[in-house]
């Protein structure tokens, strides 16, 4: 991953893919051959506590485990720029100089007012989300469905549910399904990706 | 359900075996949300938005332990005096 070519001592990277099995995982961690911790969460264990909505997201930690700067979008290259219209180069640059001490911390003040926090819905549509999760690992499909539907409803800006059951329900997450999803969202006036307002590290 | 009904209740990475009875006081609401399939005997407690907003909002991130492709366990907190980049990303 790009990241890495920062090659920085008193920083890592640490990655967690929110993928249904290792298996899913495994060959973009194997071609990126990481040095730094590659983590599989398939209860969405990290999306649940830094309410996370949809991927790539990324948060900076300082030294004292403290948020310096909330959840963002987060792309390490342009691969994807021509879909989401998201650069790299410049989250890329604020990251570096974040990294090295260079620029200013945002003030706590400035970190809040960037967070978004979840509610009441997102937190049942995440229970519901993880009852079905249990109901597919146990050979539920049917059940399971029935409750990502669920979560689905009450978070329908949520895409690690909406779209990240899809490999749980069977449906290509890539394919005519998303695509009617996306296109339905985006018709609605939302926003598929919502980058921070500046990458100002 | 009948009085002699147990579910499987979730709660985080715990399972348990619960008479339904607990369940019906669970589904009758309280502070942490709660999911529940009748059919399948199956529920789960989650975490309340108002603790996880709480936590969010005192900046400090918080801890999690969670495997590598080769199950070894990693947390945050062993990246103390580190600054990290954390990325949440998917194959989907």
């Not at chain 1, 979008?73 to 260079?102: Q, Y």
């Not at chain 1, 400035?110 to 109901?135: K, M, N, S, V, Y």
Request: net charge negative.
């Amino acid at each position: 991953m790009l990241y890495e070519e920062l090659g920085e001592s008193g920083f890592t990277v640490i990655t967690v893919a929110l993928d249904k099995s290792a298996d899913d995982a495994r060959p973009w961690i194997d071609a990126a051959r990481p040095s730094h911790p590659s983590l599989i969460d398939t209860r969405h264990l990290l999306a649940d506590l830094y309410h996370i909505v949809n991927v790539p997201t990324v948060v900076w930690i300082d030294e004292d485990a403290r948020i310096v700067r909330p959840n963002d979008v987060g792309f390490g290259t342009d691969t994807f720029k021509h879909i989401t219209g998201l650069e790299s180069a410049k989250p890329l640059a604020a990251l570096r100089a974040w990294v090295r001490d260079e620029t200013p911390a945002f003030t706590e003040t400035e970190i809040r007012g960037l967070q978004r926090l979840p509610t009441r819905d997102d937190q049942q549509a995440r229970a519901e989300f993880a009852l079905g999760e249990w109901l597919a690992r146990h050979g539920r499909p049917e059940a399971a469905a029935r409750h990502f539907a669920r979560a689905g409803e009450l978070a329908p800006h949520d895409f690690t549910i909406r779209r990240g059951t899809m490999p749980l329900r069977g449906i290509d997450p890539m394919g005519p399904e998303f695509r009617q999803m996306l296109g339905e969202w985006t018709a609605a006036g939302h926003r598929y990706y919502r980058p921070l307002p500046d990458t100002r590290g | 359900m009948s009085a002699d009904d147990v579910f499987i209740l979730i709660d985080g990475a715990a399972t348990s075996e619960v008479p339904a009875r607990r369940i019906e006081a669970l589904a009758a609401g309280g502070e942490r949300p709660f999911a529940v399939d009748h059919e399948e005997r199956v529920a789960c407690l989650g975490v309340a938005a108002a603790t996880r907003s709480a936590a969010l909002a005192s900046l400090e991130a918080p801890d999690f332990a969670l495997p590598d492709l080769a199950g070894r366990l990693h947390t945050l907190s062993e990246q103390r005096g580190r600054k990290v980049l954390l990325v949440a990303w998917a194959s989907w």
